[in-house]
């Protein structure tokens, strides 16, 4: 059933009129959209405004984790059919037709469901559980010290009971503010750390250039090493701590003030590393885009190569343009050359014919006087086809009077062959 901006805002106003007051939910914002998903897991885990400021059953230095609300947000809105949900893009940057479909389900879960109370006294339980570690935990250590008293008692039975109470003391007392001196510290880097962390999700919800993105998440991942090195120096001081607290003998009030304070450290690291789990989930999802950029980087480097190759190839054929260009000027200095040669054969050729006349009178001059003689005629014959080929050759159009000669010779010839016979 689909429900109008209107009815949407009805719903949200009469059950959660003071969170909604003046909101028009024809036109959302990131401030509509927090207070819906805040209303959604107000009623889903009972989480009070009170509550905000300390850990479920618990003290904590920190405020209710972001990440439960995160984690436990996008559970929910899974579960209605959105796995793809986003808390910034869906909060932050509010797209209409998305928000509105989304309030849809979010009314029609509120009206089905009446059982909002089950997850958090899920993670009340877990938290007891931890609680209940915690103080086994303590009793072996008073278990232990109190080995450890019988022991030192051993050993030191013949000293003055004053002396070596009061040396004792002295020594616990200066443990003691070296141990509160040094979780004071560790407390202080790992606030420092939380802000750092907060920090830097805000500048990474601000950046939207994709280069400075990628630019980002390279530095986070040096980060995220960084910071999995300082947890290991944490994990490394506090272990330190806690053979420490376990040789030091220190009054009722100094000792349940470490022990808070040590639980409110070992607290912190756990929700530390749920936060780290968070932020490498971000580092595959960065890996994956990696992978997708390297993926469109190989397309145009092939892309490029098959640029590259039809270049090499309207190289090659420039390359070819060009020595038939070279070819041309060579064909056409022989053409020229060639030329010269015609002209100068066709001077030639008009000394030639300006004595073709007293060649043929020559020639019947040599006729008559070696018609005894067909040797001589024949080669008088072979002479002029010789001469007449070679002015052919280029002038052919200019040779038919020789060529008609020629034939009268042929025919003078066969005439003095028939003579002669």
Known sequence: MSHTSRQIAMFFNSNFDTKFKDLDFAKPTPTIARRVFNVLMGETMQIKKRERNRMLEGACPISLPKLIYIKELGEVMGKLGYEDFD???????????????????????????????????????????????????????????KEKEELIKRKEGDQPEIERHERIKEEEKKKGEE???????????????????????????????????????????????????????????????????????KEKEKKESQITRYNALKQSCVVWRSNLQIVKEGIEQIKRKEEEIERINKEKKERSEEIKHKEDKYKDLEDKTKKEEKEQAIKEEERNKIKEKVDKEFTQFELDTSQLHLIYEDINKKVEIAKSNKATIIEIIKDIEKRINNIKTTHFYMVRELHDQLLQLKSILSTLDTLIN
Not at 105 to 133: D, P, T
Not at 213 to 229: A, V
């Open 87 to 145: 808390i910034i893009n869906d909060i932050g940057f509010v797209e209409k037709q998305r928000f509105l479909k989304m309030c849809e389900s979010i009314m029609e879960y509120l009206e089905k469901h009446k059982e909002y109370g089950k997850r958090k006294e899920e993670i009340i339980e877990e938290y007891k559980e931890k609680r209940k570690e915690v103080e086994e935990k303590e009793g072996e250590y008073k278990r232990k010290r």
């Open 179 to 249: 141990i509160k001196e040094e979780i004071k510290e560790i407390k202080e880097e790992i606030n420092n750390i939380i802000e750092k962390i907060e920090q830097k999700e805000k500048e990474k919800k601000i950046k939207e250039d994709s280069i400075k993105k990628e630019k980002e998440y390279n530095e986070r991942s040096k980060k995220i090493q960084e910071n999995i090195e300082e947890i290991k120096v944490q994990e490394e001081r506090i272990k330190r701590l806690k053979e420490e607290i376990n040789n030091t003998e």
